[in-house]
């Protein structure tokens, strides 16, 4: 299970495993009160030219490992909402790539938005509503899975 917080990413930079990760109250799927430390695993950011740390606990009881990671993020993204809502706003109406960010990627993404659009709606929809709709939803827009 993922939860995303609030993280100063240069002091995360920083202080690597040294940050100070607050720790859930309970756990999310049984809410049990008790939580172990159950390490780190690394993780990239778009904004960082190394792996950072992110803090793992798991549940004794359930068994669940809760992950903490940055708000801003989608789960399994590297690029922060903000910069795929600027490549997609960028390629849908100028057609052209953002600078900073493989071609590939940005790629990616749109085509991924187009696959979501065309599935849940009929007529030509306006890309940039619909990646707004879908994270409103609480859904990945640019991911491959519909």
Not at 9 to 18: A, R
Request: with cysteine; net charge positive.
């Amino acid at each position: 299970m993922i939860i995303s917080i609030q993280v100063d990413i240069n002091l995360l930079s920083n202080l690597q495993k040294d940050y100070p990760w607050p720790k859930p109250d309970h756990c999310p799927n049984c809410n049990n009160p008790k939580l172990w430390g159950h390490g780190f695993v690394d993780a990239l950011l778009d904004c960082e030219k190394f792996p950072v740390p992110l803090k793992r606990y798991r549940c004794p009881n359930c068994g669940c490992v809760i992950k903490l990671k940055p708000k801003g993020y989608f789960n399994r993204f590297r690029a922060t909402i903000d910069t795929i809502r600027k490549s997609i706003t960028s390629l849908a109406t100028t057609g052209k790539y953002i600078s900073g960010i493989a071609y590939q990627r940005q790629y990616h993404w749109f085509t991924a938005l187009i696959r979501h659009a065309t599935a849940r709606y009929t007529l030509s929809p306006n890309l940039i509503q619909v990646f707004e709709k879908l994270v409103a939803g609480g859904k990945i827009p640019v991911c491959r899975t519909i």
